[in-house]
């Protein structure tokens, strides 16, 4: 399962990548606003965007793919690692 991480600390997107990873999944993590994100996000499985810590504008780049790619989207208000485990936990069974 492919899954692309929106939003969270700049500091936690390794620690993101190992939780994936624990879950068999192959992650991509964007923190910040890039100019070419539309591109770079791809066509995942899931998008878990982290409210608190995102853009509007990088939120609605990430939904507008989303909807091209036909990715279920996971809207999480904490951009902790235990709030992506709990996420990983229900969507990759």
């Keep these: 399962m492919s899954i692309v991480i ?3 600390h700049d500091r936690m997107a ?3 990548k ?12 964007f923190t ?3 100019g070419n994100l539309k591109e770079k996000i791809g066509s995942p499985d899931l998008i878990v965007l982290f409210t ?3 853009s509007h504008k990088m939120a609605r780049c990430a939904i507008a793919e989303a909807e091209k ?3 279920d989207v996971v809207r999480c208000h904490t951009s902790s690692g235990s709030a992506l485990a709990e996420i990983l936990m229900e969507k990759c069974k």
Excluded: D, F, L
């Design 6 to 8: 929106i939003g969270g």
């Design 52 to 54: 608190n810590t995102v």
């Design 69 to 71: 790619a036909q990715a």
């Design 32 to 34: 910040q606003m890039s």
């Design 14 to 16: 390794c620690q993101y």
């Design 18 to 29: 190992k939780i994936c990873k624990n879950y068999k999944c192959k992650a991509k993590v």
